[in-house]
């Protein structure tokens, strides 16, 4: 039996440069069957070294490095005492890094086991540590004496955190970002300049070879595992969690359908035998309690597909109506805890975070963590950086690479560049926290794991979803959504003018003038629909009812593309077979494609005779494209299940390959139809109160594109612009009958003490009739003034005056004037605006336009072209509104780009999707790879183009496949 204990991981961040999988890999070839990983104050790494140890059958001792100064000990778990302690102990180190683990350990319950190479700290910890050992390892033996005069028994480690001599480099380099240093002028003493590499169990033998008992003592550890069996959550304070769950459940049912038949009492009793079955019902009432703290949420994911959900109001689908798949969620055989994701209004989150973590306790309420990695990018920045590059040169260095790959590069310094930053990539950087997630525990959450605290103040779990799942506890996601806050905003704004819809009664997704502005793809705001390649596709089916946006808003993932052309094909009436008999009643909704996570599993069921436990693991595998060794292993599962059932082998390799276009992001089927209630929410509104839910749109900034695509889009929906303006403005954006009235918050370099300035005195004191009155009343900021003129806000209070003038004069306002203006002002009725002479509004000079521009990022009211309007003048283009009757044509538009989509091929090569947009239309267009390396550079700037190309039809959609790109007027 071989026992390594103390190895690092790269979870001792910018230190390890082992991974997880990595390191276990070269434990299994070396035959080392016990392991204790101890990373450096933390035990970020143990879910996933729990994980792998289990899967190949080792094992694992919980361990950490606690560093004391320029010290160390090393700490074992022994029990469930001990667990909680090093979790106390860790916790405390994170929120306070002065603090001694020493003097802690000093008031030792002998519940872990210490040990340290250190003389000093053996002889400070004997009195008091019950098992304590000096440690001696590959690279150090100074315990040795002080441990044999203390009469302490050795224990040998293995300080090792590096696999070979090559990966001294990337320590090297992760040291340089730790300290904000380069390779020249990293110090010495703050990284291992030799040893630390594991060695085989020939070279492990050998070094030890003086010390037999310190190997045999590495035996007497225990593999204690302090994860638990069952669910970490705090019972719910009733008699009765069941019972108290089936009364909301009946009473909610009755809000929902009325009437309750037997078909929703039979699917309300199997889910609530299943809940309770497995304990789950204190879960659903907490969930319950929370989304009662918002009066607007959408709960999604693979919990909409429960009625005792609907029935909750924590999700707003009705399952029986939509078919929904129970068991996707919960099943008897699914050993997963249940996971909710509610959304917010983004603005509200973290209010709702504050009330829930005030209702159940600061000790018991914890946030989730990320563990964020390096991506590739990222680390040949980094690892630039640290060869002492500028960040221009390193800018154009990486330009260069992301053209024309890795082997365009034959400076020596670049090339160790990209063999670090390869290496660097996908290792643990830092630690974060989850945009949503969130757990509860019974006891203090620093019992059941440890904590840190994260930049926003919350406590925060070590752990991502995966390691606090396997810890026991239910996570809870309580996410921010732009698009509720929008739906929100414009009701609110509808309201105000007297408009009022009756949530309960309002039923978008039946109301056909919606469903038809979907069916051509008018979904700019659109949540989740407005997207390039969702109008694209909207486009190509002419589909717009509910049931088909469910299955658009699953089947647009990245690697589905093929599946799409064949989806719209069949949609159109292509003939076409079930893959398989057996998948008929399965996939006949989507045309015969697997198109939800759902018919993943469902087909592995179906075809393969897994259970839904192990189908529900295939869909993970796929979706966190795991690959190697797990997908490899439920592929073999998977094939041989079909040739079981005579699935024939050809059949069985285009399932499996469909069954891959799931990797990376996918949604369940009841995730699509929640979002497509919202969906269906944004288009009415969108539909039928344009100017007020384009107002929401900007005024919560969450949109696909810029503010000023949107300002372009509420022009051609035939929407009257006003504004910014001093007497009408509000900090946000709003809407009054048909007209959009910008906010005050569109203005850039407007303080945000500027803005309540200006909305407090207006109310306090009425509109503002002239520009001395304003200056008088206001008191603003020279630079505030600048910003509010160049935006064009003071324009209606002296439109025949130049703006440099209008600033003139505010500027040359003296305190003087502003005393003597105050007793006039406040006797003005707050509710009139003088009566003025009607004077010629002045025209606009290129430079004032330019301002504004600047000043807005749009024009208040023209389109940004206007700008190159002498450009304009002298090319022969067409317009974008009549791109379809140049069809198979070759033709010139001047394109100004609102947003791009970068991909690769299959082959690695760089390619753009990119739209555009003139005076009258977006039009979408796309760069294959030999052109886009050509224009890439022209497209990082927000410089109009002329754009020259062939004008393609894809099933019904258009698109422009670029010939030529050139700046207008070059």
Known sequence: ????????????????????????????????????????????????????????????????????????????????????????????????PSFSYVRALAADDGS??????????????????????????????????????????????????????????????????????TVGTLDEEEYVQTGGILLDER???????????????????????????????????????????????????????????????????????????????????????????????????????????????????????????????????????????????????????????????????ARVANHNRFRLRSAIREAGRCYGLTDSQISAGEKELFLRGRTSVDDPLWQTICEVATKLDGLPKEISMHCGGLVITPKAVADYAPTLASREGYPLLAWEKEGTEQAGFVKIDLLGNRSLAVIRDTLANLAEDGIHIDERTWHPSEDEPTIAALARGDSMGVFYLESPAMRQLQKKTGKGD?????????????????YINEYVQRLKGKRWEPLHPRLAYILDETYGILCYQEDVSKTAVALAGFDEAEADNLRKVIAKKAGGRKLKAYQDTFFAGCARNKVPTQTTEEIWAMMLSFDGYSFCKPHSASYAMVSFQSAYLRVHYGPYFMAGVLSNQGGYYRSQAYISEARRMGIHIEGPDLNRSRITYHAHGDTLVIGLMAIANLSNEGKQRIIEVRRKGGPFASLKEAASRLGLSREDLVS????????????????????RQLLTTTHADRNQEQPELFGVSNNLVPTRHVVQTAKRTEEELHQEFSALGFLRAHHPLLLWAPYLARLKRIKACD????????????????????????????????????????????????????????????????????????????????????????
């Open 203 to 365: 070279q492990w033998s050998e070094t030890f070879s003086s010390w037999p008992e310190a190997v045999g003592a590495t035996q007497d550890l225990i593999a204690y595992d302090p994860f638990p069996s069952s669910l970490v959550f705090p019972e719910y304070p009733v008699d009765s969690a069941p019972e108290e769950l089936r009364h909301r459940v009946l009473l909610g049912a009755e809000i929902r359908y009325g009437e309750l038949n037997d078909a929703i009492l039979e699917r309300i009793d199997y889910e609530l035998d299943i809940i309770n079955a497995k304990g789950f019902a204190p879960y659903f009432l907490v969930m319950h309690d929370i989304v009662q703290m918002s009066s607007r949420t959408c709960g999604r994911g693979s919990a909409a597909a429960s009625i005792v959900s609907y029935s909750l109001f924590i999700t707003n689908v009705d399952p029986i109506a939509h078919h929904l798949y129970f068991e996707r969620f919960l099943s008897p055989s699914r050993r997963d805890p249940p996971d909710i994701d509610v959304d917010f209004a983004w603005d509200e989150r973290d209010g709702i975070f504050e009330r829930v973590i005030k209702t159940f306790g600061e000790d018991r309420c």
């Open 883 to 970: 791109l379809g009757r140049y069809v198979g044509h070759s033709v010139t538009l001047a394109g100004y780009q609102i947003t791009q989509k970068q991909v690769r091929t299959k082959g690695g090569e760089s390619m753009s999707f990119v739209s555009f947009e003139d005076e009258t239309a977006l039009y979408e267009t796309v760069l294959f790879p030999q052109l886009f390396s050509r224009f890439y550079p022209l497209l990082s700037s927000l410089w109009p183009l002329e754009v020259f190309g062939m004008v393609q039809e894809d099933q019904g959609a258009l698109i422009l496949e670029v010939q030529q790109l050139k700046k207008l007027g070059a």
């Open 788 to 807: 509010l003129v160049g935006a064009g806000a003071f324009d209606s209070l002296e439109p025949q005056l130049r703006r440099s003038e209008q600033l």
């Open 112 to 181: 872990l086991v210490i040990a340290t190479c250190d003389p000093s700290l053996l002889a400070e910890l004997a009195p008091s540590v019950g098992r304590l050992y000096g440690a001696i390892t590959p690279t150090c033996l100074k315990a040795v004496r002080t441990s044999r005069s203390l009469s302490l028994p050795l224990l040998a480690l293995d300080d090792a955190f590096l696999l070979s001599e090559e990966d001294r480099k990337v320590h090297t380099i992760l040291r340089c970002i730790a300290t904000g240093t």
């Open 546 to 562: 509910f049931e088909h946006i469910v299955i658009h808003s699953s089947i647009i993932r990245p690697a589905a593309n093929k």
């Open 1 to 96: 039996m071989s026992t390594r204990l103390a190895v690092q991981s790269a979870y001792s961040l910018l230190w390890g440069t082992c991974t997880i999988p990595t390191l276990f890999d070269r434990f299994q070839q070396l035959g080392v069957d016990r392991i204790a990983i101890a990373d450096r104050d933390n035990l970020y790494a143990y879910p996933e070294c729990r994980q792998e140890a289990k899967e190949r059958g080792i094992s694992l001792i919980c361990a950490a490095y606690l560093s004391e100064g320029p010290s160390s000990l090393f700490a074992f778990v022994q029990n469930r005492r001990g667990y909680e302690r090093l979790c106390a102990l860790l916790s405390k180190r994170a929120v306070d």
